[in-house]
């Protein structure tokens, strides 16, 4: 089973709302990431975590919020977005942070910050 | 730093005839290199990838790329396009030099749109 899920698949919210992403694979993975994309362009890496701890923070605003409950789970917390935060958030996982281990993404979560 | 070149934004082929979506790169130390496909309103997919021994690599769905070391190119190819084919394809890179900060991170091309046409 290759499959990393995400839920919700589309999420709008109001720019003083607060609002969870969230992100599950059952490969045994022990690195999971987020990703924003913008239509036609190729994914931004936001975060990594390795072994359930924050492997990297690409400078991402303090509105987004990751957090890694255990090995199979990631959540992105959202506070106070802006307009231009709406994109396709897209998970990932892979075996570790080897470089060469591919990573199998989700489906991802449209997000609309009105 | 590392790069990834896709040179062509769209790449357009009648069904049946073989696709060539290209890629080339640049890194500091042994490279690593994948392809994606992305279809509308989806998550990446991954094809296939080389990491190394033999330059020519087989994919899922009929695709395969071959590594060219002296023109640093991963160029993904197909015998015979189907329609199904027209999507977003990615090519992305790691780098044996990567550590620390660096490490996990793919650096992608910006993309090529594949339109397969009947």
């Known amino acids: 089973d290759t499959e990393v899920t995400q839920t919700p698949k589309h999420l709008v919210m109001g720019m003083t709302n607060k609002k969870s992403l969230k992100c599950e694979q059952h490969m045994g993975h022990r690195a999971m990431y987020w990703y924003k994309q913008k239509a036609k362009k190729p994914p931004e890496l936001m975060f990594v975590?390795?072994?359930?701890?924050?492997?990297i923070n690409e400078s991402v605003p303090s509105r987004f919020s990751p957090e890694c409950p255990n090995s199979s789970l990631l959540n992105l917390h959202l506070h106070a977005l802006q307009p231009e935060d709406s994109a396709l958030y897209l998970c990932?996982?892979?075996?570790?942070?080897?470089?060469?281990?591919?990573?199998?993404f989700g489906p991802g979560t449209r997000l609309t910050v009105t | 730093a590392q790069s990834v070149a896709q040179p062509e934004d769209q790449v357009n082929v009648a069904e049946g005839n073989p696709l060539t979506v290209k890629c080339t790169y640049s890194v500091s130390g042994n490279p690593y290199l994948f392809w994606y496909v992305q279809y509308p309103n989806r998550g990446l997919q991954f094809l296939l990838k080389?990491?190394?021994?033999?330059?020519l690599v087989k994919g899922s769905y009929g695709f395969e790329a071959e590594f060219n070391k002296s023109q640093t190119s991963f160029h993904l190819k197909k015998p015979s396009a189907l329609v199904s084919d027209s999507a977003l394809y990615f090519c992305?890179?790691?780098?044996?030099?990567?550590?620390?900060?660096?490490?996990?991170?793919?650096?992608f091309g910006r993309g090529t749109q594949l339109t397969v046409w009947p």
């Open positions: 975590y390795s072994y359930e701890k924050l492997s």
């Open positions: 990932a996982s892979s075996q570790g942070l080897a470089q060469s281990y591919e990573q199998y």
């Open positions: 080389y990491i190394t021994g033999d330059n």
């Open positions: 992305a890179v790691s780098s044996s030099f990567d550590r620390g900060s660096t490490l996990g991170r793919l650096y």
